[in-house]
């Protein structure tokens, strides 16, 4: 049972938005920006979403480690590929730009790629990859992110959580959407944990002496310090594969770097040795494939139905209520809260009001009501 009050879709976006643009960002821009994070909210994936409003991007561009107005260039290009660089700007905005060239692109061609570096968060990665789905394709991409990660039989953190993600369309109600990270739990997953006072799962989490700790709280400070590590999937060793997501992850480091020639694992701290604050200089890839150019949409859309269709269908282990794939639960989660809006929690409240007072904005949040 939902026992957080809920703020209209409408409401909350009009206000981040505003919130944005208070911030320097651009109008046309901090839409984009906005229905990125509220699209994590809208699939009930709440690591993404209004929770990190505050903290990954506005914070950021006080600190002058995330710049408002986002200057992309293309560096390189060809009829399938292109190189931008976002000169740390908002990897939201230069994502979205990516995306249309390569739909584009994969539209005369039927393949097409691309990197971005020195760029920022880029928000849910599933929003990049629907955008070719909503344009009748499949979407690849990944990012790396600052380290957190621990390679197997390690425990220094060395690369992001590196979330590694394909959309793909079907002729069900919902596409296909695999979107998570290549570490059991992302960053995102422990601040709301945090934000909520719930302990992480042991077991997620690997600390300098190969011991686990559930303190949420704690673990997000000491892995600021590199005193602990996430793990990747599969957990620590080789016995439950964690080597598996070890070698995921070390894959979208390399893409995210070597194509697009930008910088990596602990060179994306954003601090300087001293400790001050520097530029984070993300990468991140995207590839755009065009079922047409194989046996056509249609073949596709169909094919990848049925497949979801039998695995759901597929006998249940005991207990189980239902099988699902991969997208579904967004999808259900998006029928849950589209007449509703968002569940904002108790801390979300108080960033929400000192943030509209700060800016001087006219909004009257439902919680406040009550």
């Known amino acids: 049972?939902?026992?957080?009050?809920?703020?209209?879709?409408?409401?909350?976006?009009?206000?981040?938005?505003?919130?944005?643009?208070?911030?320097?960002?651009?109008?046309?821009?901090?839409?984009?920006?906005?229905?990125?994070?509220?699209e994590s909210d809208r699939r009930g994936i709440e690591s993404h979403g209004c929770n990190r409003f505050k903290p990954i991007y506005?914070?950021?561009?006080?600190?002058?480690?995330?710049?408002?107005?986002?200057?992309?260039?293309?560096?390189?290009?060809?009829?399938?590929?292109?190189?931008?660089?976002?000169?740390?700007?908002?990897?939201?905005?230069a994502s979205y730009r990516m995306m249309n060239l390569l739909i584009e692109k994969a539209k005369t061609y039927g393949m097409a790629g691309g990197t971005i570096f020195n760029s920022t968060h880029?928000?849910?990665?599933?929003?990049?990859?629907t955008m070719a789905e909503k344009a009748g394709m499949i979407g690849i991409t990944g990012t790396n992110a600052r380290p957190s990660v621990a390679p197997t039989f390690g425990v220094e953190p060395m690369m992001g959580t590196n979330p590694l993600?394909?959309?793909?369309?079907?002729?069900?109600?919902?596409?296909?959407?695999?979107?998570?990270?290549?570490?059991?739990?992302?960053?995102?997953?422990?601040?709301?944990y945090m934000r909520s006072g719930k302990p992480t799962?042991?077991?997620?989490?690997?600390?300098?002496?190969?011991g686990t700790m559930t303190d949420s709280a704690q673990i997000l400070k000491d892995m600021r310090a590199g005193q602990c590590s996430l793990l990747p999937l599969g957990g620590m060793g080789e016995d439950t594969g964690g080597y598996k997501g070890y070698g995921f992850t070390a894959i979208v480091?390399?893409?995210?770097?070597?194509?697009?020639?930008?910088?990596?694992?602990?060179?994306?701290?954003?601090?300087?040795p001293d400790g001050s604050n520097r530029m984070f200089r993300l990468g991140h890839f995207f590839f755009v494939i065009n079922p047409e150019f194989f046996m056509g949409l249609d073949t596709f859309k169909h094919t990848a139905g049925e497949?979801?269709?039998?695995?759901?269908?597929?006998?249940?282990?005991?207990?189980?209520?239902?099988?699902?794939?991969?997208?579904?639960?967004?999808?259900?989660?998006?029928?849950?809260?589209?007449?509703?809006?968002?569940?904002?929690?108790?801390?979300?409240?108080?960033?929400?009001?000192?943030?509209?007072?700060?800016?001087?904005?006219?909004?009257?949040?439902p919680f406040e009501k009550e």
């Open 307 to 365: 497949i979801c269709r039998e695995l759901r269908a597929s006998e249940k282990a005991p207990g189980a209520e239902r099988i699902y794939t991969a997208g579904e639960k967004e999808y259900l989660a998006w029928q849950e809260r589209k007449d509703k809006g968002v569940p904002v929690g108790e801390s979300i409240q108080k960033e929400f009001i000192a943030l509209r007072d700060e800016c001087g904005l006219d909004y009257t949040f």
């Open 253 to 272: 480091e390399i893409l995210s770097a070597a194509l697009s020639g930008g910088p990596f694992m602990k060179e994306l701290t954003g601090k300087n």
């Open 58 to 93: 506005l914070d950021r561009i006080k600190a002058g480690t995330l710049l408002p107005v986002t200057e992309t260039e293309i560096v390189r290009e060809t009829p399938t590929t292109v190189v931008m660089d976002a000169h740390n700007g908002m990897g939201m905005v």
């Open 122 to 129: 880029y928000g849910i990665a599933g929003y990049w990859t």
């Open 201 to 210: 799962p042991a077991g997620l989490v690997v600390t300098k002496d190969g």
């Open 165 to 192: 993600t394909f959309t793909m369309p079907t002729d069900e109600e919902f596409p296909f959407n695999f979107d998570c990270a290549t570490s059991i739990v992302q960053n995102g997953k422990i601040e709301y």
């Open 1 to 38: 049972m939902e026992n957080r009050p809920y703020v209209p879709w409408d409401l909350i976006s009009g206000f981040m938005t505003d919130v944005f643009k208070a911030y320097g960002v651009p109008e046309e821009d901090a839409k984009i920006c906005t229905d990125v994070l509220l």
